[in-house]
């Protein structure tokens, strides 16, 4: 398998575990929100433009982003719950 092959390989299967976690929807919209990306409706990627390292790198830094916001917005309605325990930043 040549480095591209293996490149489209690792990140479709990066979005289908992400797939698992958010959904298919906002895995495959966050995903293709990396513009070097070519993802069809299934989120199996059929093309990657540019350097292939760095445009993983970029979409797990999406994911990542996400994930954080996702973990804070959870975290915030059990924090209001008990209002004299400072929150976490």
Same mark, same amino acid.
């Given at each position: 398998?040549?480095?591209? @092959?293996?490149?489209?390989?690792?990140?479709?299967?990066?979005?289908?575990?992400?797939?698992?976690? !958010?959904?298919?929807?906002?895995?495959?919209?966050?995903?293709?929100?990396?513009? @070097? !990306?070519?993802?069809?409706?299934? *989120?199996?990627?059929?093309?990657?433009?540019?350097?292939?390292?760095?445009?993983?790198?970029? !979409?797990?830094?999406?994911?990542?982003?996400?994930? *954080?916001?996702?973990?804070?917005?959870?975290?915030?309605?059990?924090?209001?719950?008990?209002? *004299?325990?400072?929150?976490?930043?």
């Amino acid at each position: 398998m040549q480095e591209q @092959e293996q490149y489209l390989a690792i990140i479709t299967e990066i979005i289908a575990k992400q797939a698992v976690i !958010l959904g298919p929807d906002i895995a495959i919209l966050k995903a293709r929100s990396v513009k @070097e !990306l070519e993802i069809n409706d299934d *989120g199996k990627v059929t093309g990657i433009k540019g350097d292939p390292k760095s445009v993983m790198q970029k !979409l797990i830094n999406a994911y990542v982003e996400l994930s *954080g916001m996702i973990v804070k917005n959870a975290l915030g309605s059990i924090f209001e719950k008990y209002p *004299g325990v400072p929150r976490m930043e």
